[in-house]
């Protein structure tokens, strides 16, 4: 069965550091998405990207973040001058259809941790 | 924007007895309602999902109402399981609905099933 996967599944980096967590949606997908999950919270959306363009994006998705889809594969998230309250999972997230149509998948996460 | 808001935080039953997760939402736009499970360090994982068009669907155990009037839907679980242990998630979606819409979760249930 297809997969979203995603790498690193951890990272470690200083405060102030720039990271990129990459993910790979499943291959027939057009909608994909960024989440994040702080250590017993919940899941917060944070952009989701349709047609090689942001569609919609949260409070949360300042300038700090952006996000690409350099190749016809990947989807990455760049976190620049990373906080402490960065600090989180991670989760990419992709769907065949927007909603109405049909499930999201999760990636497994990457969890981020900034010193 | 949309607010999610989940009750109870944690709901702790006996295995074979039912579990019922309610949650509410503040868009009467918002169109889908998913329902996820997380277990501990893994990713959301969707276990049944409903459209405003309907008012209950349901799969094997587990079975979701909505009333669109009141903008609350229910999660339902049935003879539960040690294996139904986990934190349950529902979600409302949002967006301009033109691309990728995004999902509202709200703060979650942990569901502990007592043997």
């Known amino acids: 069965e297809p997969e979203v996967t995603q790498t690193p599944s951890h990272q470690v980096t200083q405060m102030g550091q720039e990271v990129i967590l990459r993910c790979v949606p499943i291959s027939n997908h057009l909608y994909f998405y960024w989440y994040r999950q702080i250590l017993g919270q919940k899941v917060e959306f944070l952009v989701s990207?349709?047609?090689?363009?942001?569609?919609?994006k949260s409070e949360i998705f300042d300038d700090q973040f952006s996000v690409e889809r350099p190749d016809g594969s990947n989807f990455t998230l760049k976190i620049r001058s990373t906080k402490l309250e960065d600090s989180a999972m991670y989760f990419c997230?992709?769907?065949?259809?927007?909603f109405g149509g049909g499930e999201l998948f999760f990636g497994e996460g990457s969890r981020l941790t900034v010193l | 924007g949309e607010n999610v808001e989940q009750h109870p935080s944690t709901l702790s039953v006996q295995e074979g007895d039912s579990a019922v997760i309610k949650c509410t939402y503040s868009?009467?736009?918002?169109?889908?309602f998913p329902w996820y499970k997380q277990e501990l360090g893994k990713r959301p994982q969707l276990i049944i999902d409903i459209r405003s068009n309907v008012g209950e669907k349901k799969d094997q155990r587990i079975a979701v109402t909505l009333n669109k009037t009141a903008k609350h839907f229910s999660l339902h679980i049935t003879e539960t399981q040690p294996e139904d242990s986990a934190v349950y998630f529902c979600a409302a979606s949002w967006g301009s609905g033109g691309g990728a819409d995004g999902l509202t979760f709200g703060k979650g249930t942990h569901l502990i099933i007592q043997p």
């Open positions: 990207f349709y047609n090689n363009e942001i569609s919609e």
């Open positions: 997230a992709s769907g065949k259809l927007s």
């Open positions: 868009d009467s736009a918002s169109n889908y």
